[in-house]
């Protein structure tokens, strides 16, 4: 990954050290503390969080924009379709602010609506016009899909991994109170395996730390597209960014001509009209 866990979570690492989070230097390699970190956890529960919240949105998002489109033969359809954008854009200020606080992903505000004048129409028309609105309405629809496959994947592969690992201090509860042998591995009419002997209890358990040691860096992989879609299409967009730093580059330039005109001013003053006088 591009990023180790061992270094501090939205924090640079030491230079020269890889393993350090916050000033503090771990023993254990940032494999074997990936399942017990704080960013662990906290990119599960992004990954869980984000189903519900992306059923809420696209139910919205679907549901107010099919509306709008609807009543587009009334006077009635733009506004309903300016709400729609504008409630896309508050979700996806939401969606920054949950990246932020769950990802450590830190992600600019967009442009704001560019108003020429005051009023319920105008701010329809920025709306209807502004490209943030459409994006946060494309995330409101691309990100549905992708937290399902996110949620189905963790929430499979987490519980599985811990059980496994765990099992040698749980077997025993499949004989007592379920009435078989152990774990059953398979099973038909005629032949079933069991997993019940100490070899196989100790394979089962390897089993699970392994899927244990490769359930975090398999969450940060799907965490990685979601950073991607934060990114692209609820942050600002390329060209208001160059438009932006354009304008901070002229506002440099025309500083440094008004302190140039200033200085001759100054040297003209000082020197040649004076020698003149």
């Known amino acids: 990954m591009a990023t180790e866990y061992g270094q501090g979570y939205g924090l640079p690492a030491e230079p020269g050290h890889s393993g350090y989070a916050g000033g503090r230097r771990h023993r254990l390699p940032a494999a074997l503390r990936a399942p017990v970190e704080g960013r662990t956890w906290r990119e599960l529960g992004y990954v ?22 609807g009543l587009l033969v009334t006077f009635l359809g733009v506004p309903v379709l300016a709400a729609a954008l504008a409630g896309c854009r508050g979700f996806g200020a939401v969606e920054r602010a949950r990246a932020r ?9 967009p442009e704001p609506l560019r108003m020429e004048r005051r009023g319920f129409t105008a701010w329809i028309g920025a709306v209807l016009k502004s490209g943030t609105s459409w994006r946060a309405l494309l995330y409101a629809v691309l990100h549905l899909p992708w937290a399902v496959l996110s949620f189905s994947v963790s929430a499979v592969v987490w519980p599985v991994g811990w059980s496994l690992l765990t099992y040698p201090l749980w077997f025993w509860a499949l004989p007592a109170y379920g009435d078989q042998p152990g774990m059953q591995l398979y099973g038909d009419e005629h032949h079933r395996i069991y997993l019940d002997n100490p070899f196989e209890i100790a394979v089962t358990a ?72």
């Open 48 to 69: 869980l969080l984000s189903l519900p919240i992306s059923i809420l949105l696209f139910t919205y998002a679907v549901t107010m924009v099919s509306l709008g489109a």
């Open 206 to 277: 390897g089993v699970g730390l392994l899927f244990t040691l490769a359930t975090p860096w398999i969450v940060r992989a799907l965490t990685m597209v979601d950073r991607v879609m934060v990114h692209g299409l609820l942050g600002p967009s390329r060209l208001a960014t160059r438009v932006v730093e354009l304008e901070s580059d002229r506002g440099v330039v025309v500083d440094t001509a008004a302190a140039d005109l200033r200085r001759i001013e100054r040297d003209l003053h000082d020197g040649a009209q004076a020698r003149l006088v």
């Open 101 to 109: 606080g769950l990802l450590g992903l830190e992600v600019a505000e």
